[in-house]
């Protein structure tokens, strides 16, 4: 993956970053497609779609059961995807990572298979008014289904979280989960997990993290993060859909019921009793997204290769300058923190004209952004608005972008004032 | 797609408002996007036309001018026949090619008066919205 384009700086060349993702050499409407949606997903560069079709093409077969070559060279491309993950989030054993859909089962593997046997009534379980569904429903429900006190972290008026109320959230109940997540995808704001992962372990609770919106756009290293279980997915970062996975501390993992059952997973199987295999296959039950994980793999390659530092620092850039442009405008409200506590997502709502209303006329030139509640209602709600229009970015976004973003709500305002 | 006649209806919607004691009411809102509708209805002296409709709520351009739109074509007419009235109906007077989200947007004020007449009249409500008459339940 030598051909990735960097500076020695660590600046990145997003416009020379851009002639990998074929995605960018179509018309959409006529128009030169200015994407900014990727934190609901991220468009994929060549080196990834290559990966995928070589593996199909030269070593693919089930993984973790033929004796012959393609069989190995199969479970060494998916086992050398769980190194990568691993590598990636300086995980300290391989076998911490276990494959999951997307980092939406992951917390679901967490929320049944360590929930539904240590949550009971009296325990508390807390999560944050900026979760995205994905880091809230599930605990709601296992909360619901054990009898366990189900607690939300509220926001300050800037979207992020008011960490002063967490000692009195915790009143007359034992805090047993605590789970945030690192990036918000709706406001972009960056949550302190590792004051939230202290906190918890001061209570002997368990801080589990939606590293979703985080990973692809920061360093995510789960040692510093101090927390003991983290949701990544591969979508967001340039990687395929269907594929994600979930870090745990091993004693964790090792301790919890399997989450599916079925092939792979077990270790003995007798009429009157299995025993499960070990981590983390005893959580990988049937035949798993194997190419996928492969191109997982080829894709955290190219993101690191660009470098996670200057992606960042590329998305702060984009930020800033999308709220300078937002702010020229009177009739337009943007919602987050500052840029210098964001990552690159921008909500925003035009004046009395619903974001579905922006966000089609917007299409039409060309230009995709998302509009709706983000997966966000309960952050909504706080917000006092029924949906958002938001605009995200990523290592391929260039400013031009966002002045045709700022060109196509003109034309809003135009047809719909 | 904002064609003159829904920029219309979008701008001066027509029967916004409350019906006080209202014969029939239903509230719905579509959660892939928010929007929210509120229907009243209140019959004339037989029980059956209906006399007036209002509507409430908040959401996109589809959703307001699609249900101001279903306002004029429902006055004067008989509960059933609006139980009855195909979806269709509503989408030609719409008349813009709409995508499967937006349709959901065009088509939620219909639901919503379906389910209001449903509610006061026991009118069949379609399978399609029977969703709505839960969703609106608090």
Known sequence: MADVAVTETRKLDAQKLRADFPIFEQLIHGKPLSFLDSAASSQKPRQVLDAIRTFYETSYANVHRGVY??????????????????????????????????????????????????????????????????????????????????????????????????????????????????????????????????????????????????????????????????????????GPSGI????????????????????????????????????????????????????????????????????????????????????????????????????????????????????????????????????????????????????SFYLYTVPDEIDRLVDGLHKVRKILS | MYREVILDHYKNPRGHGVIEDADAEAEGFNPLCGDEVSIYVSFAEDGETIDDVKFSGRGCAISQAATSMLVDMAKGRKAQELADLPKDDLLDEIGIPLTPIRLKCALLGLGVLKVALHRAKGTPLPQEWAGLDELELK
């Not at chain 1, 060494?76 to 691993?86: L, M, N």
């Not at chain 1, 800037?158 to 109940?173: C, F, I």
């Not at chain 1, 009429?271 to 194997?290: H, Y």
């Not at chain 1, 579905?356 to 917000?383: F, S, Y």
């Open chain 1, 69 to 238: 070559e393609l069989a190995e060279r199969a479970t060494a491309g998916y086992e050398g995807a769980r190194e990568t993950v691993a590598r990636f989030l300086n995980a300290s054993s391989t076998r911490e990572v276990v494959f999951t859909r997307n980092a939406t089962e992951g917390i679901n593997l967490v929320a049944y298979a360590w929930g539904l046997n240590n949550l009971g009534p009296g325990d508390v379980v807390v999560v944050t008014q900026l979760e995205h569904h994905s880091n809230f429903v599930p605990w709601q429900y296992i909360a619901h289904r054990t009898g366990a006190d189900f607690r939300m972290l509220a926001l300050d008026e800037q979207g992020e979280l008011r960490l002063d109320e967490l000692d009195d959230l915790a009143g007359g109940g034992r805090v047993k989960v605590v789970a945030a997540g690192l990036v918000s995808n709706s406001l972009g704001s960056v949550n302190p997990v590792e004051k939230l992962a202290a906190w918890a372990h001061e209570r002997a609770a368990i801080m589990v993290c939606d590293a979703a919106q985080g990973a692809p756009h920061r360093v995510v290293d789960v040692q510093a993060l101090g927390a003991d279980f983290v949701a990544i997915t591969a979508h967001k970062l340039c």
């Open chain 1, 244 to 391: 994600g996975a979930v870090w745990g501390r091993m004693e964790l993992l090792e301790a919890m019921e399997p989450f599916n059952l079925g092939g792979h997973m077990i270790s003995r199987v007798r009429f009157e009793d299995t025993s499960w295999g070990e981590v983390p296959a005893k959580f990988e039950a049937g035949t798993q997204a194997i190419a996928e994980a492969v191109g997982f793999g080829a894709a955290i390659d190219y993101i690191s290769e660009v470098g996670l530092d200057a992606i960042e620092r590329h998305e702060h850039e984009l930020a800033a300058y999308a709220l300078e442009r937002l702010a020229e405008l009177p009739w337009v409200k943007t919602y987050g923190p500052p840029a210098d506590r964001r990552a690159g997502i921008v909500s925003f709502n035009v004046e009395d004209i619903h974001p579905h209303d922006v966000a089609q006329i917007l299409d039409g030139e060309g230009v995709a952004i998302r509009a709706g509640h983000h997966c966000c209602q309960p952050l909504m709600a706080k917000l006092g608005v029924a949906a958002t229009n938001r605009a």
